[in-house]
């Protein structure tokens, strides 16, 4: 038995996970909706997308599809994901949940009310690294997992200028001043994607942008943002700690190696070395 998918938001990100939606053997009919029609239209013809093009938003919630997928703009994920939800729609959004706590905690009580299943897509959990540390974790092959580091270098000069100018219009400079720590996931999911623990308290440092080229300004920044780049330190509930860091602006030549994550333990099982790096 499949069910049913609407794709929601038909820009540069969406193509390549409806390549992985369609390959699962859990979907059957996906169908798509975009604020710009063509790229909806463009999305369904490459695709052959056997759920066609949606009209708008409203129209995919009254449909009876069975989930939506949301790849739209970060500070749109909460308040979609909400609708949908409460239209009785199960939710795959991409990361993050949200950018605020109270539209975290209202998809948690929206989750509550209609039983409904709620997933973030962080997609540093299938890291290599991660996935080899959270095997080695799950046969007991470590000793005490103690600290760990995570690395997410998101470099504004590898391709990101025209991103955001195609995803923000004209005003893309206020939307790609988005603050590096509300867009943790990749750095801290590829830790705690392997290590069997939580995080209860943080601690973080932003460094001001000195590019002067207007993106990460605060008179410019629809989040009252100049941070480019932040490192945190987390506590874990069983007495660990780990590092992330969060870079959008570093002198780096390639894509290659842009997230890294270092596990270390005061132990290992059998000789094992106590540093495990990806």
Known sequence: MSFSLGIVGAGQFAGLFVKLFQLHPGIGDISVTDLIPERAER????????????????AMLASDVDA??????????????????RAGKHVYST??????????ATII?????????????ETSQYHPATVFARQ??????????????GSYIHDMDLGFYAAYQYSG??????????????????????????WQSHATSVSAIGV???????????????FDNEFSNTTALFETADGGSFRTNEFRRVGYPSHLGESRFRFFLSSAVEGGSGDVRG
């Open 109 to 121: 009580d929206a989750v509550r009310e209609t039983r409904l299943t709620y997933m973030m897509g």
């Open 136 to 149: 080695k974790v799950a046969e007991g092959a470590f000793g005490r997992l103690f600290y760990a580091e």
């Open 208 to 222: 001001d942008d000195d590019r002067g080229d207007g993106v990460f300004d605060r008179e410019v920044s629809q």
């Open 169 to 194: 219009g004209e005003n893309w400079k206020a939307t790609a001043s988005y603050l590096p720590l509300l867009y943790p996931t990749h750095s801290i999911g590829g830790v705690l994607g392997a």
């Open 43 to 58: 999305l369904v013809t490459e695709h052959h997308l056997t759920g066609g093009a949606v009209s708008d938003f409203d």
């Open 95 to 104: 990361v993050p949940m949200a950018i605020t706590q109270e539209e975290n």
């Open 68 to 85: 939506v997928a949301i790849f739209t703009q970060r500070w749109t994920h909460g308040p979609l994901a909400v609708r949908a939800l």
